[in-house]
Nanobody, 125 residues
């Protein structure tokens, strides 16, 4: 059974940093898209970053480009999201998500069929 478990959220001041972790279980990394998606109150899901585990290709939403970095640890089935220069607009529940297949645009939330429970990130001003 595929499971995704997020950790590392919390509250940070504006311009601070956090690192989110996603522990994946039930499969071994090989050719998946693993994403970090967020949902702020009253807003739709926004996929902010994706990594293709097959070759490490990364994708970023414009809203986080240059501030967030996604990475993978194949040995431990972990995916990380380093978030720097955080702004109050980054406040949201952050979810780890997984899909297989080939996608022309991996940043679309409906591509993903497996989701973690989410973790809260709050950026205070």
């Amino acid at each position: 059974e595929v499971q995704l478990q997020e950790s590392g959220g919390g509250t940070v001041e504006r311009e601070g940093s956090l690192r989110l972790s996603c522990r994946a279980s039930g499969f071994a990394f090989g050719s998946e898209y693993i994403a970090w998606s967020r949902r702020a109150p009253g807003k739709d899901h926004e996929v902010v970053s994706v990594i293709y585990t097959g070759d490490g290709t990364t994708y970023y939403a414009d809203s986080v480009k240059g501030r967030f970095t996604i990475s993978q640890d194949n040995a431990n089935n972990m995916v990380y999201l380093q978030m720097n220069s955080l702004e109050p607009e980054d406040t949201a529940m952050y979810y780890c998500a997984l899909t297989w297949g080939e996608w022309s645009n991996p940043l679309v939330p409906t591509n993903y069929g497996s989701w973690g429970q989410g973790i809260q990130v709050t950026v205070s001003s």
